[in-house]
């Protein structure tokens, strides 16, 4: 690969390169994190990797050559895992959890970061995971597929934007939002060929929910619980997002959402 080809830094620090086939690069994305610092970014170049990443309480900057050229995955764990990361951005890459343990392939905790043009598939859990009431990061123009339960879960007090992604072909939900105070901003999500429905808001779950595509899931375009409050309204709902090709119709409100997978 040519110097040309790596990406510029915008913060004007040094760029450290992952390549498992290059000796003189670092052979794994955790251990170039080790040793960056909070001006520096990770570069990594085409390949798979077998690896956790873990970032905390601090900003990080991670890219991948393209979600279709760069995969890491982890048999122990879910691939990634960010804990109180105050900005910074991720981009480029497919994580994967191909382990049998109930995790996520993308756990993001009070965090702040952008997540764009990433890939999140095969959790036993939810594909992502955006929790805490300090999480606040910007999950955008990702691809969260065949996943064991639902595609994005946002839950505890969390207010993520959540914007242009794809969530097909997951379990349970394409998005699912759960508990008072979690309140994200659904925008131009395109949630298809889920096994239940395109969007769940339940036990007192929030947020915006607006233009976007939920069609031909296996049962309605929007689900929620009368505790839910969605904005726009429910009756609304069909006006600024397109939830034709249901089976089961646009929306439905009912207070057991899980009844069908037994909860």
């Known amino acids: 690969m040519s110097e040309e080809s790596i990406p510029h830094n915008p913060l004007g620090g040094k760029t450290l390169i992952v390549d498992a086939e290059n000796g003189r690069c670092y052979p794994l994305p955790s251990a170039a994190l080790k040793d960056a610092g909070e001006q520096d970014q990770v570069y990594i170049r085409p390949g798979t990797y077998e690896d956790k990443v873990f970032v905390s309480e601090r900003p990080v900057r991670l890219v ?8 890491i995955f982890s048999r122990r764990g879910g691939p990634l895992y960010l804990q109180r990361v105050s900005g910074g951005r991720i981009s480029g890459i497919t994580f ?12 993001v905790l009070d ?3 952008v997540i764009t043009q990433c890939r999140a598939m095969e959790g036993i859990l939810s594909g992502v995971v955006l929790y805490g009431p300090e999480c606040r990061a910007t999950f955008t123009e990702n691809e969260v597929c065949c996943n064991r339960e ?10 993520p934007r959540v914007a ?17 105070g979690s309140h994200p901003e659904l925008v131009r999500n395109q949630c298809e060929a889920n096994m239940l ?45 397109q939830l034709e090709r ?6 439905a409100i009912s207070d057991q959402p899980l009844a069908d997978i037994g909860r």
Request: with cysteine.
């Open 64 to 71: 991948g050559a393209g979600r279709d050229l760069v995969q």
């Open 96 to 107: 994967r959890y191909v382990g049998s343990d109930q995790h996520s392939a993308m756990n």
């Open 111 to 113: 965090s702040t970061c």
């Open 150 to 159: 639902s595609g994005i879960f946002v839950f505890a007090g969390a207010q």
């Open 164 to 180: 242009d992604n794809r969530c097909v072909e997951n379990h349970h939900f394409g998005i699912a939002v759960r508990d008072p």
């Open 197 to 241: 429905s395109g969007i769940l808001l339940f036990h007192h779950g929030e947020g915006l929910i607006v233009d976007n595509i939920c069609r031909d899931n296996q049962h309605w375009g929007v689900l929620m619980t009368p505790d839910s409050h969605p904005n726009p309204s429910p009756q609304e709902l069909p006006k600024v997002n």
């Open 246 to 251: 249901n089976p089961r119709g646009a929306y």
